[in-house]
């Protein structure tokens, strides 16, 4: 048995999906643990077919493989069923998606808030995607919440809408300038929807401590990424939620002395959505040229990804706080035709050199990057299938940032596509 936990080194979007993908032969269990539809994981099948996940784990992929919403989620449930709807139309079986019982549910009035919250806040906005996410989770926090399982309760369900929206309207109402909205008919809603998912309802916490004591192999998936987890990212632009390693015990049910290893995500490059700090952000022709030729739309949101070089101050803070014991570098296929690659190996705060993480918000905002150059190459890697395949500047870049990320790299990433990935070193057994 092997307990694998997946999370982003960076600030999300850097290919949790096509890693999960690879390992998915591999596993029995795929565990979604945290985050909403605020997250989206690509995954390019060989004969080219392309899905894009927002909620369901994607294991779902995998035949046979186990896939499970957990506790730490917050779902909408309209979206859950339009994702699903839109895998079986493609012939995809989702028998086997699990959703926790104690998992949250993204309300109605949670999205009108959210969005509603940042327009309020103008130029000082987060830069949420506006689905409710931040709301749900801190109506969870406030003891306010609706799980799953309220839905197997209509009396109960209807109990908890109406002690919402009795502080929600409010908000709505006298702040906002909005309508009041009606718990009876958002009650009625939300059991609809749930009709076509209340058979998943499990007590995904005793199902996975099962399958750890039968020797299963399971992966612990999360969204987004470090820098975006709300106790170790760039507080306040972040998430709501803890998509570090930590967070993959508290939002599956799972205890810690399960995990054998913690897999970051590395893309070759660094990007972000939203607001907030981004010291190697590039914002001339050279982030023009990383964002076109690798593709950075959210695939949420739709939204251009701000690109910048490589920032391995970040890399080491990912390693330092998830315990990471394997990097799956992505994207390194965006790189090829660069004649120098510049890498991010400290920072320079008002005069001062910071080679690790500053302390402060106001020490990352001032924060300017100290390059090292890298030369580049000219070849099409994206047929490589080993690391000899790979040209030498190629594999020189790559064992650099092996050394400046503090952890093995094990796998690589030199396309889209399922098969278009070199791994030197087996991270499950």
């Not at 979007?13 to 605020?38: C, F, H, I, M, P």
């Not at 998606?97 to 949670?110: G, K």
């Not at 192999?217 to 969204?223: A, C, K, R």
């Amino acid at each position: 048995m092997s307990v694998m936990v997946l999370i982003g080194a960076q600030w999300g979007d850097e290919g949790k999906g096509k890693a999960t993908d690879l390992w998915g032969s591999q596993v029995q269990w795929v565990v979604r643990y945290q985050g909403g539809n605020n997250a989206g994981h690509t995954v390019v099948l060989p004969d080219g077919q392309k899905f894009a996940l927002h909620l369901i784990p994607s294991g779902i992929l995998s035949a046979g493989t186990n896939n499970v919403i957990g506790n730490g989620v917050v779902i909408d449930p309209g979206v859950l069923l339009k994702e699903l709807a839109g895998l079986e139309e493609r012939g995809v079986d989702t028998s086997r998606l699990f959703i926790s019982a104690d998992a949250h549910l993204i309300m109605p009035y949670h999205v009108a808030i959210d969005k509603v919250t940042e327009r309020f806040l103008g130029n000082s906005k987060i830069g949420t995607t506006g689905r409710g996410i931040g709301p749900a989770y801190q109506d969870k926090v406030a003891r306010l919440g609706v799980r799953v399982q309220d839905l197997l309760d209509p009396s109960i369900l209807a109990q908890k809408v109406e002690a919402a929206l009795h502080i929600k309207n409010q908000i709505l109402v006298k702040i906002y300038n909005r309508k009041a909205l009606d718990p009876a008919q958002i009650v009625e809603e939300v059991l609809a929807q749930a009709e076509g998912f209340k058979h998943r309802i499990a007590d995904t916490r005793l199902e996975l401590a099962k399958a750890a004591e039968r020797g299963d192999n399971i992966l612990l998936e999360g969204s987004q990424g470090t820098l975006l987890d709300v106790d170790h990212g760039t507080y306040p632009f972040v998430t709501s939620s803890n998509p570090t390693s930590g967070g993959a015990t508290i939002g599956s049910g799972l205890g810690p002395t399960r995990i054998d290893s913690v897999v970051g995500i590395l893309k070759a490059y660094t990007t972000r959505v939203g607001s907030g700090p981004f010291p190697t952000e590039l914002e001339d022709e050279w982030g023009e040229y990383l964002r076109q030729t690798g593709g950075e739309v959210g695939v949420t949101t739709g939204r251009l990804r701000r690109c910048g070089w490589f920032d391995a101050v970040i890399a080491r803070y990912a390693s330092r706080v998830n315990g990471i014991t394997d990097y799956f570098l992505t994207k390194l296929d965006v790189l090829s035709s660069l004649k120098e690659v510049p890498v991010c190996v400290a920072y320079d705060v008002d005069g001062v050199r910071f080679d690790e993480m500053p302390m402060t918000q106001s020490d990352i905002h001032h924060a300017k990057p100290i390059y090292e150059l890298l030369p580049g190459w000219s070849e099409d890697i994206s047929g490589a299938r080993t690391f000899e395949d790979l040209p030498k500047n190629a594999q020189d870049y790559v064992r650099r940032l092996e050394v400046l990320s503090g952890s093995r790299i094990s796998a690589i990433g030199v396309g889209p596509g399922r098969d278009q990935t070199i791994v030197l070193h087996e991270v499950f057994g």
